[in-house]
């Protein structure tokens, strides 16, 4: 009889078989080398493969919840019309999004935190990749918005039992919460803002700038990434090491996860540009990132490196491993 241990094994190797197949079916149905209804079937297997994944880490059915998304991929695929193909491809990156964030694990250290936001995009990065497998048609603003607002009201309904109710935010969770939610209303109000009633000459600007990033560099960082979703996800994730109201920091952590889809689903860009852009959204919050962090720590931990190792050390507090259950 095999131990849990080796289940839990088997399992893992199945979720990646499944998930590096269904991708392998993407490239290859879209690039043709494979029939197009292929991309479909990849693009379901991956939803299928994520919503299990995040059905397990959250506590929840993750065989009844996996059969659900296969079925109802199946019937998009078969009934084929825009309305279900675009409501699979905004669901798949919610699910991406989600999962991203509570795929981490608490980071002792500044490069561990790294480590964790990466590990988050690239997740997030497969779901949207297989969103594209269900041809939706969007507008990418609406799409973006959408995205990002379910993956918030999902991840916010899960830190809410992870950070033990309002009550366990205390001031520090108070504090981090009300400046992220203002950054992430002015970021987005400004973008809606610009896109609707900006002048001529300031949308102009605008995107003068970004052809010449794309020009020289070949991406344009997202600015919802770089000021509030990468920064957000990296000090949770380190917060988290050792004290809990790092989970709500890591509610922001979405807004670093779910517009990795927008430029995956952007026509307009290349896939190199896209990808160009989550690296230098990446690097720009990492930075935003270290100033946070080691500015938190002089304001409320022991100065001098010495005293710092000894506080990574000793930041211990427990969470499940990567692969269990974290409810």
Do not use: K
Request: net charge positive.
């Amino acid at each position: 009889m095999p131990t849990p241990t080796v289940s839990r094994e088997r399992r893992l190797g199945a979720w990646w078989l499944l998930v590096v197949g269904g991708l392998a079916l993407l490239v290859l149905g879209g690039t043709g080398v494979l029939p197009d209804v292929t991309e479909g079937i990849g693009a379901v297997a991956v939803t299928s493969a994520y919503t299990w994944a995040l059905a397990a880490r959250t506590g929840g059915r993750p065989i009844v919840f996996a059969a659900l998304a296969a079925v109802a991929g199946a019937a998009v695929l078969l009934l084929d019309t825009q309305e279900l193909r675009t409501g699979a491809a905004v669901m798949t990156c919610t699910v991406g999004a989600v999962l991203g964030v509570m795929a981490t694990v608490p980071a002792r250290q500044f490069l561990i935190a790294v480590r964790e936001v990466v590990i988050a995009v690239v997740l997030s990065g497969g779901a949207a990749v297989a969103a594209v497998g269900y041809a939706p048609t969007i507008s990418l603003a609406r799409f973006e918005y959408t995205v990002l607002a379910l993956s918030f009201l999902v991840v916010l309904g899960l830190v809410y039992r992870l950070g033990a109710g309002l009550h366990g935010l205390g001031r520090r969770g108070v504090i981090a919460v009300v400046v992220g939610s203002l950054v992430l209303a002015v970021i987005l109000a400004y973008a809606e803002a610009l896109r609707r009633y900006g002048a001529t000459s300031v949308v102009g600007s605008v995107l003068d700038s970004a052809s010449w990033m794309l020009e020289t560099v070949g991406g344009v960082p997202r600015p919802i990434q770089a000021a509030l979703g990468v920064p957000a996800l990296a000090w949770g994730t380190y917060m988290r090491a050792r004290r809990r109201q790092g989970w709500w920091l890591c509610i922001f952590g979405v807004a670093a996860t779910a517009p990795v889809a927008n430029g995956v689903m952007n026509p307009s860009a290349t896939l190199l540009q896209a990808l160009l852009g989550v690296v230098y959204s990446l690097v720009i919050g990492f930075v935003i990132a270290y100033v946070v962090i080691r500015a938190d720590l002089a304001l409320t931990g022991s100065r001098g490196s010495r005293a710092r190792r000894n506080e990574e050390r000793s930041a211990v507090r427990p969470e499940p491993s990567r692969t269990r259950p974290l409810l």
